[in-house]
């Protein structure tokens, strides 16, 4: 078994009671948020704040996306829960008392790291919970320009080659966790890697059709350098990280001339931030826009995406349809 650096409960309930968590009061007093202890008493107070059976360990993850891999790994062996709410902007969130209190009843913790979770690291200091790193033993691509420059892009997720060494890492962690469903977490996370690998599959196979002069992938953030690696997609972007959210008139100026120069047929933007940035980059080039991605949150049940596997495949159809030549804007 790998040596994580984290203290997981050793054996869980099987061998230990549950341990006694913090009350609400108490996560409260952490923060220092004193206008705030009503809240997390009633938050504390709730019935889904816990297991409902009290049988299950609890798994917080920083995001959606994590938190449904979580679910398909885990099954009904664990009780997975997410920090941010759907559409949230994960880069500049700010972690709130009741969030505390979610941390709490957690038996782990999983959050991406790469540096995605600015505030993770307050979080944690302030949750009595251990936690995993599920990017380790992703090779990093950094980013390339502005401020972040040489930092690494932290939206590894966005590969589906990537993502099943995140599917190894919940295997692992789940099985130290509770090792009574060890072999159900290794044959969940098998079949969820085969998934994996044909939505990967599809995505090559998909970009290979296209032509070569169309293989630009032109986004407001640069959240898919591992996807257009993977792909075989040039790489380009208004802002490197939407912990920025505006972008300055030379990015706009430099993305336009890039457009214009390779003569990319439709650029995109993420449903996180504001596309109005990408949709003048369009407009002054000539290229169309070509339609929403997800990166870093699922949608509704009833909306596009929601699960992971579907954010996947809905950005693979939205990018190659609109760069061969159907973008949302003729549709």
Request: include cysteine; proline fraction near 6%.
């Amino acid at each position: 078994m790998p040596n994580f650096q984290i203290r997981l409960r050793e054996r869980w309930r099987y061998v230990h009671p549950r341990p006694r968590r913090r009350s609400a009061r108490a996560i409260c007093s952490l923060v220092g948020v004193v206008l705030l202890a009503t809240g997390c008493a009633t938050a504390a107070a709730d019935p889904s704040s816990t297991d409902a059976a009290g049988e299950r360990p609890v798994v917080l993850t920083t995001f959606t996306v994590l938190a449904d891999i979580a679910r398909n790994v885990g099954g009904e062996h664990v009780e997975v829960r997410s920090i941010t709410k759907i559409g949230a902007e994960i880069h500049g969130y700010e972690p709130t008392p009741l969030d505390i209190a979610k941390a709490s009843e957690a038996d782990l913790i999983l959050d991406n790291g790469l540096g995605l979770e600015a505030w993770f690291k307050r979080f944690v200091e302030q949750a009595d919970a251990p936690h995993v790193v599920v990017s380790e033993g992703i090779d990093p691509i950094d980013i390339a320009g502005d401020t972040y420059a040489g930092k690494p892009n932290p939206h590894a997720w966005m590969s589906p080659r990537n993502a099943q060494i995140y599917v190894d890492r919940m295997v692992a962690a789940f099985s130290e966790l509770d090792p009574e469903h060890a072999e159900d977490f290794a044959a969940q996370g098998a079949a969820y890697r085969s998934e994996l690998q044909a939505v990967d599959d599809r995505l090559t196979e998909a970009v290979d059709a296209l032509p070569e002069s169309h293989r630009a992938l032109v986004t407001c953030e640069g959240a898919f350098s591992y996807l257009a690696r993977d792909a075989g997609l040039t790489e380009r972007y208004i802002w490197p990280v939407n912990a920025e959210q505006q972008a300055t008139p030379r990015q706009i100026a430099d993305t336009i001339e890039f457009v214009r120069e390779h003569q990319v047929p439709a650029v995109f933007c993420e449903s996180t931030v504001s596309d109005r940035p990408m949709r003048q980059v369009a407009e002054s080039s000539g290229a169309a826009f070509g339609g929403t991605l997800y990166v870093d949150s699922l949608s509704a049940p009833d909306g596009p995406v929601p699960t992971y596997l579907d954010l996947l495949a809905h950005d693979t159809d939205v990018i190659v349809s609109a760069l061969g030549g159907k973008s949302e804007e003729a549709s």
